[in-house]
């Protein structure tokens, strides 16, 4: 620290490195982590025959099927559950379709590139988690200046984004630590209820 440095100054540089660690720190657990653990829960190969397998729907050939009978407003005769689409029959035929035909183009575009390239990818992917996105989203806000004002300011100043955004994602970052403490308390208190037991 130099003369001319204050104690705050000091201080924000320091939150700034500290957030800076936190966010490589976050990015490379959530990348890497995955690939790491991976290889240490790995079933062994004569537990894991197949026979207990879930089996996954194909909804890629959603266009070849048969339409389902419908009621009066749209929707398919079938029992209501927390899984069922609200939106109308036709609209999520629609987008199982699309998504069908999405994923066989990337599907014969994925089968086209090299092994290399491949294991690129993946890794690149694997970088793509929420504190990347986060911290890209961050910086790109407090770096370019108008979205900076538009963030930071009061809103008389022109950060109409303040008066209700900044300041509602303020408020739960400021209640995160104390969200954690109850978290870790409900875990503990299963934990000895299990151990009485």
């Not at 070849?64 to 609209?91: D, F, I, K, M, W």
């Not at 930071?152 to 403490?181: H, K, M, Y």
């Amino acid at each position: 620290m130099s003369d001319t440095d204050t104690t705050d100054n000091a201080l924000n540089r320091a939150k700034s490195y500290f957030l800076v660690c936190a966010i490589v720190s976050n990015s490379l657990t959530f990348s890497l982590g995955p690939r790491l653990l991976d290889h240490e829960e790995a079933p062994d190969p004569d537990e894991h025959d197949g026979k207990n397998q879930p089996q996954v729907e194909d909804r890629s050939n959603t266009a070849n099927q048969e339409p389902r009978e419908s009621t009066a407003n749209g929707h398919a005769n079938e029992e209501a559950t927390e899984n069922t689409s609200l939106l109308p029959e036709y609209v999520v035929r629609r987008g199982e379709e699309a998504q069908g035909s999405s994923y066989r183009h990337s599907k014969r575009v994925w089968d086209q590139l090299g092994p290399r390239s491949r294991s690129l990818l993946d890794l690149l992917y694997a970088f793509l988690n929420a504190p990347l996105i986060g911290a890209i989203i961050g910086a790109t806000i407090g770096l370019a200046p108008p979205l900076h004002r538009a963030f930071f300011d009061e809103p008389q100043e022109g950060g109409f984004f303040r008066a209700w955004l900044t300041s509602c994602i303020e408020n739960v970052g400021n209640l995160f630590a104390a969200l954690q403490v109850v978290v870790v308390g409900v875990k503990l208190s299963k934990c000895l209820r299990k151990m009485k037991r």
